[in-house]
């Protein structure tokens, strides 16, 4: 049996008490958490431990959960800058996702994930929607099984309204789900997922919205979903069906506590309510709608109502990094902005979406997003040693949303493994990875025509 013992430092648990533990210790045995506690460790604790990490004058808190990204996007980084959406998408995405093979999907994978370990995440949702080549998303769960990080693939399909290459049947997305259900869902210790991603409504039809809710809720995964984005998309799908897309859904009663719609911008009072009834679980993106000037999600008002809104970074290219710390200071200001009131949202809030609402966009609510005994040994250790962390508050949240970045992080830890340890990624070469990406994305982006 491994066990880990991370004694002295300022815990915040993150659980649904709130309480702080200025002074304490946390006990793994091999993937699960077993002991938080305030104090030191007694004799005989410490003697069960092979190993011991000192966390005097720094913050142990649960990891952070990237709930949306792409991070087959590392490799069109800095390719959407200052471009609407579509015309990215149609000039840019298509293009490179065409040309994109399993090795290259792969690199850009894990790169994305050494990214988020180094900013403090520990779990991300992944919407590879990349088809175009056999074997692309196993090449996904490959890097994931291969860094360690907790990870969920949103299998993304399309059946219109995209190049030919990126069109799938019914038959066809079913075929693959199930393979990849078959083979990695529930894998490496439960550490990997599947859930469907019907990418956007617009781009697929009905009977397979509801055909594949039913395999969803028959083998207990979830559903992610582009949800209300942009003004432009959500009109185009109002002209075609009269509906918004939350009306839809709630109309054909597919609303549950499984499906994660992924920004809900555009979103009216009838639509939240419609949300907290039905028990789905929204995810903003701050950096991604203010990079694409998409609108303001109306979080304060489905937190008021109870709704586990979660938070994720999206893609590379339409955020240009992955620093889940760095979101949370993103997150809390630009509500304030948008409300022109300072007091909108706490820190407390915001951290609470980036851990304890993460868990329930990942489908393990019961298992992460919290320090407590039963739970996954997923967490973070912040330093606090930088002078800008020297400010004359131990507000512990206001610390971490307003002051904290990524390259605070010293060490995340993964179902009780060690993933980086005082800044070093210990499961790989990190310059021979950056190497090898460099080349492939050279070579990917000369194929597609990309200049």
Known sequence: MSVLLIEKGYLLPGNSSGVEIPFGFILIEDDLITVVSEGDPSEQVR?????????????????????????????VRGL?????????VQNVAFPVYGEMNPDEVYLATLIGMVENIRSGTTTTTDNQT?????????????????????????RGFNERGVPDQFIETAD????????????????????????????????????????????????????????AESEDELNKFVQETGMRHVEWLADRELLGPHFQLAHSVWLNGDEIEKIAESGAVPIHNPVCNMF??????????????????????????CNNGQEMMDTLKWAINVHKLNSRDAMILSPEQVIQMASRNGAFAFGLPEDIGSLEPGKKADLIIVDLDDPRMTVPT??????????????????????GKILMRDKKILFLDEDELVNEFKQARTGLLKRAGIH
């Open 394 to 415: 131990l507000n512990l949240p206001s610390l971490l949303v307003n002051f904290a970045r990524a390259e605070d992080v010293v060490t995340t830890i993964v179902d």
């Open 292 to 317: 694409c000037g998409s609108g303001v999600s109306p979080v304060p008002q489905m937190l008021s109502m109870n709704i586990p809104v979660a938070m994720g970074t999206d893609g590379q290219a």
């Open 47 to 75: 003697n069960t431990a092979n190993e011991i990490i000192d966390a005097a004058g720094q913050i142990v808190m649960p990891g952070l959960i990237n709930a949306h990204v792409h991070l087959q996007q590392s490799l």
């Open 80 to 88: 959407a800058d200052d471009r609407a959406v579509w015309d990215w």
């Open 172 to 227: 066809e997305i079913f075929e693959d789900m199930a393979g990849l259900y078959e083979a990695w869902h529930d894998a490496e210790n439960g550490r990997l997922r599947l859930d469907f991603n019907p990418h956007t409504l617009y781009l697929v039809t009905e009977e397979t919205m509801l055909r594949v809710n039913e395999k969803a809720l028959e083998w207990g995964i979830g559903m992610h979903l582009h949800t």
């Open 130 to 154: 990349v088809r175009s080549k056999a074997g692309n998303f196993e090449a996904a769960f490959r890097a994931a099984k291969d860094s360690g990080i907790r990870y969920k693939l949103a």
